[in-house]
């Protein structure tokens, strides 16, 4: 069942993966229905078009597109995919595979650019898929696991979502720019889906315990469609920002610390998990993060940014 698991979270990454540059030219590419410019037009206050906030006209513009539309179903088969290795295996094993999406959206990207990933881009990738594949082998032992309480599993999904709150706020506030923005945002979108998949896997634990009617797994539907449905709106903010190769690695890596978090609190999970282990889960966590961090910084499209503020601080 764990290998079948996992076979299934590769056809979501590559789902993931094809969704996010699709959507991702849609949304950086649609016109804003109150203004007479596009993405890479300098607009207002000279500030690069496409990167104010979405609003509610534009947003709805954008999920109008094809593109988009063909985005948005990949990236439901992509969820509905993961969601069935939810139920085959620990979340632990699961969620941490995702992370070949970050070498697929950075290939994508530059076939769809006509160009060549730089050395910066590739090394942040390659210490981000480095980092979540010792994540992955170093939690393949993973410990037998428990339904948790409804107590247990509400303090949790709070918790988590007033970190996604606070993200939230913190990459849409008017002073937030570039990728820092992005990463905001990008990250509170995947604190919301590794809750989203926690919940899953209690769900499954307590049905099997309780039956499929019980209020804890109720409880944990209704707590799955929100943050499906924050983390759903947050993304356009995040693929507005900045790069979709970006988004996918900070969901890769922030998605599956939070559900092996989860994971080992609610479902003990990690509760045979020597120090050791720990240890390397948490270096591997941090060589992911850095690798992150590199390939926002590399990023063309960060390179270019950085390179029209300059010429603007020169001009003004």
């Not at 947003?59 to 139920?87: F, K, T």
């Not at 979540?132 to 410990?143: D, R, T």
């Not at 559900?259 to 990690?270: K, N, Q």
């Not at 966590?285 to 603007?312: C, F, K, M, N, S």
Request: charged share 10%; net charge positive.
């Amino acid at each position: 069942m764990t290998i079948l698991a996992i076979g299934l979270t590769l056809v979501g990454a590559v789902c993931f993966a094809v969704a996010s540059v699709l959507q991702h030219h849609a949304v950086t590419t649609t016109e804003h229905p109150d203004e007479a410019r596009r993405v890479g037009d300098v607009g207002r206050n000279d500030e690069p078009a496409g990167r104010h906030q979405l609003s509610g006209r534009h947003l709805l513009a954008i999920v109008r597109r094809r593109r988009w539309l063909q985005g948005a179903g990949l990236a439901a088969i992509g969820s509905v995919v993961n969601g069935v290795a939810l139920l085959l295996a620990p979340l632990r094993v699961v969620q941490p595979v995702g992370v070949l999406a970050v070498p697929l959206a950075v290939l994508l990207s530059a076939a769809k650019a006509r160009r060549r990933p730089s050395g910066g881009v590739l090394i942040g990738a390659a210490l981000t898929v480095g980092g979540v594949a010792v994540f992955v082998v170093a939690s393949a032992g993973s410990a037998t696991t428990h339904t948790p309480s409804a107590t247990a599993t509400l303090t949790a999904g709070l918790i988590v979502m007033a970190l996604v709150v606070l993200l939230g706020f913190a990459g849409l506030a008017r002073h937030s720019r570039g990728s820092l923005r992005c990463l905001a945002l990008a990250s509170a979108v995947a604190a919301a889906y590794g809750l989203l998949s926690a919940l899953i896997r209690v769900a499954a634990q307590a049905a099997a315990d309780t039956g499929i009617l019980s209020p804890l797994v109720l409880g944990c539907a209704a707590g799955a469609l929100a943050a499906f449905a924050i983390g759903a709106w947050l993304v356009q903010h995040a693929y507005h920002a900045g790069a979709p190769e970006i988004v996918i690695a900070c969901l890769t890596v922030v998605d599956p610390i939070v559900a092996v978090v989860l994971g080992a609190v609610l479902l003990g999970e990690g509760s045979t998990t020597p120090v050791g282990a720990w240890v390397l889960l948490g270096a591997a966590a941090v060589t992911a993060a850095i690798g992150v961090l590199i390939l926002a910084h590399h990023h063309p499209d960060a390179v270019a940014a950085r390179a029209e503020r300059d010429a603007l601080m020169i001009a003004a």
